[in-house]
């Protein structure tokens, strides 16, 4: 304390604060503590309305979680109730396809057993050519011996039009 006392000059030492000065100092003082005060009752009322937002915040997250939930089971039920209705229809794709699969196989029989008839009637044609006959007879010939080979092999098979030369399927 005596470097301190050194330092200042004793008059000032020793001079109470005057009463202005105290005044000021109070009026400062008390200026401090209204702006505390006030700050406290800012701080008071936003915690309040922050705690309110928050229960209104998570009050609305209940809110979308039930509605979340409730719109979840229903799609779950939807889902449930168009399962026999899938099972159904995959049920009747596999009859389609086993039913397209067998026409088509009856087709390529069909097709199989006019591609060898149309090769007879061509060897027909060149034996008969061969030896000098009419062509036309020739083919009116392979025609009907053709159509007896039909009527006797495969009655499902396609028909020959008698005189036309055409044969339907």
């Known amino acids: ?21 105290v005044s000021r100092e109070e009026e400062k003082f008390l200026q401090i503590q ?6 406290e009752e800012q701080n008071t009322a936003a915690l309040k309305a922050m705690k309110l937002g928050m229960g ?33 229809i ?16 009856n087709l390529h029989e069909t097709t199989q057993v006019f591609a060898d008839r149309l090769i007879l009637l061509e060897v027909d044609i060149s034996a008969l050519a061969g030896r000098g006959t009419d ?17 006797l092999a495969a009655p499902e098979s396609p028909t020959t039009e008698e005189g036309t030369g055409t044969i339907e399927i």
Do not use: W
Request: overall charge negative; proline content about 4%.
């Open 1 to 21: 304390m005596d470097a301190k006392a050194a330092s200042v000059p004793p008059t000032e030492a020793m001079e109470p604060y005057s009463v202005t000065d």
């Open 34 to 39: 209204q702006q505390l005060a006030f700050l």
């Open 56 to 88: 209104r915040a998570s009050s609305q997250h209940e809110v979308f979680a039930t509605e979340l939930s409730l719109e979840a089971g229903r799609l779950e039920q939807s889902i449930r109730d168009l399962d026999p209705v899938v099972a159904l």
């Open 90 to 105: 995959q049920g009747d794709l596999a009859t389609l396809r086993k039913e397209v699969n067998a026409k088509i196989a």
């Open 135 to 151: 062509c036309s007879m020739c083919v009116e010939q392979s025609q009907q011996q053709h159509t007896k080979l039909r009527t």
